[in-house]
């Protein structure tokens, strides 16, 4: 704390004040830069973001299924289906005879010996209630579960040890959670235990043959009252595509780039899958993506063309606090106008997705540009090329030639005929590349781009100036306080002398 002016009678505190704040106005120019800087980095992040949330809806109306689309109806429930764009628009015919169902096996008694007053426990250990289950009366070294079943196209052999400090719930898991195609689980209600294969069909080749075979030691078939000819083994389904009796290890099949799922059978009736093309969704699909890229197109001119104002300079916290927040967010409002007009990164880039959009595609297809297709710009210029639609011209192309539409769209070769949605992404990654170099991502270090290395040196600047400006106040705190010590030494002269004289004259 420095406490001065007793002797001078002046305010020192506050004249040095005035004279720091003079000397810091280079420092707020500097500062007022650096806020300034910083708010162009954000703005042009603002727009890569924009610009990835572009490229990621882009990235899917590059695959060739958005945009060839094929919509499906059946005349039976029995069947339903899925076509993905490979598949030919027609009617299919389809009877199912039976369905595929997975092999399940069920204890043939309760597990709880009839003589036992308590019910199994799962969760307690096999040995310490050994009395309670009905299969078995004593509990070995070397117990173990043991079964065969084909997974995965080869046979199986699973083999478990059971040791004294199982449980019924502990050995089911186990059986669960190997890799080996086969599910168990404890019903407490009927008091048995269930088996089951996780996938339908049957595997073995013939449906005689039970699916989860039980081999070796009897300990399991005796603990969990099970044996092979109680199974309800798996089966195929069996149907008729077209005519063409097939069969099915699932309830799905796919042909022809269609995937039909089986409900139930046909019975006498079968079912007619009729395939067509989406157009209305293939068009909604171009409508709404158009929107996204005018959206773009909006934002990108609006900032290139937002006026500046030099006289806004970014707000000191000094001259925050004698403002309201009304006043605050206003002047900012004018301080932040015109950061990114006529910025050139942004200006090309919208110039270089615009050449996308209207550049020819010499393909093999019937259309070699967007207006054959009812997609033009707008005829106002100062909407900066925004696209307009022609649905029903639009949706006649796809209608009468969606492959040419597609091709138009989404041929990703590297020449001439270069689809139009590969050369936008092709802009696009231009367009963020260059601001990266500029302005960097949110994870970059700061000098990893070209304002972040700017600001790095504006950051050393303000550190300088910080440290002159305190070797300054320090200065003018010396020369006051020498001043102050001039005067009151002058003052205990001038004392002196006066009390001299005056004790002459007495």
């Known amino acids: 704390m420095r406490i001065s002016g007793f002797a001078s009678g002046m305010d020192i505190d506050q004249m040095v004040k005035d004279l720091m704040k003079a000397e810091r106005m280079p420092l707020n120019r500097v500062e007022a830069d650096k806020t300034r800087l910083e708010w162009t980095r954000d703005a042009y992040r603002d727009f890569n973001v924009k610009l990835k949330e572009l490229d990621d809806s882009l990235l899917d109306m590059r695959l060739s299924s958005s945009l060839m689309t094929k919509q499906t109806s059946s005349s039976n429930n029995a069947v339903t289906a899925t076509a993905t764009s490979r598949a030919s628009n027609g009617s299919y015919k389809m009877e199912v005879t039976k ?31 050994i009395d309670r289950f009905r299969g078995i009366s004593s509990f070995g070294p070397d117990e173990k579960i043991e079964f065969t079943t084909m997974h995965n196209g080869a046979l199986y052999t699973e083999n478990i040890a059971v040791t004294a400090d199982d449980t019924l719930e502990s050995i089911l898991t186990k059986i669960t959670n190997k890799d080996n195609g086969v599910r168990a689980f404890y019903d407490t209600t009927q008091d048995k235990i269930i088996m089951e294969k996780e996938e339908a069909g049957n595997h073995y080749g013939t449906e005689a043959e039970a699916e989860i075979r039980f081999t070796g030691s009897t300990f399991m078939s005796d603990l969990f009252q099970m044996n092979e000819g109680n199974e309800q083994n798996g089966t195929d389904a069996a149907f008729k595509y077209n005519g063409v009796e097939l069969t099915s290890k699932t309830n799905q099949t796919t042909l022809n780039g269609i995937t039909f799922t089986f409900n139930n059978v046909t019975t006498d009736t079968p079912a007619y899958v009729n395939i067509s093309d989406d157009t209305d969704a293939a068009v909604d699909k171009i409508v709404k993506f158009v929107d996204q890229y005018n959206s773009i197109v909006d934002e990108v001119t609006s900032k290139t063309r937002e006026e500046r104002y030099n006289d806004y300079d970014p707000l000191t916290s000094e001259e925050m606090e004698a403002m309201s927040d009304r ?12 950061l990114l007009k006529r910025d050139r990164i942004l200006m090309d880039g919208l110039s270089k997705m615009r050449q996308a959009w209207m550049g020819s595609v010499e393909s093999d297809g019937n259309f070699k540009h967007l207006s054959d297709i009812g997609i033009s710009t707008t005829r106002d210029y100062m909407d900066g090329g925004k696209l307009v639609i022609d649905e029903d011209k639009l949706r006649e192309a796809l209608r009468d030639d969606p492959t040419s539409v597609d091709s138009l769209f989404t041929n990703s070769s590297e020449g001439a005929d270069r689809g139009i949605f590969n050369k936008l ?19 970059s270090q700061i000098q990893q781009y070209a304002l972040g290395r700017e600001l790095q040196n504006m950051n050393t600047r303000i550190d300088n100036f910080n440290r002159r400006l305190v070797q300054v106040e320090d200065r003018y705190w010396s020369q006051f306080t020498a001043m102050e010590k ?21």
């Open 99 to 129: 369905l595929a169902t997975s092999a399940i096996n069920v204890s043939a008694n309760s597990l709880t010996d009839p003589n036992s007053t308590d019910k199994i426990d799962p969760r307690q250990t096999i040995s310490s209630q």
């Open 327 to 338: 006043e605050i967010e206003m002047w900012e409002e004018k301080a932040r106008s015109g």
């Open 425 to 443: 992404n092709d802009a696009i990654d231009q367009t963020t590349n260059r601001i990266n170099d500029k302005a960097g991502r949110s994870t």
């Open 486 to 506: 001039a005067i009151q030494k002058m003052n205990e002269q001038s004392n002196f002398m006066y009390s001299q004289m005056m004790g002459g004259q007495q």
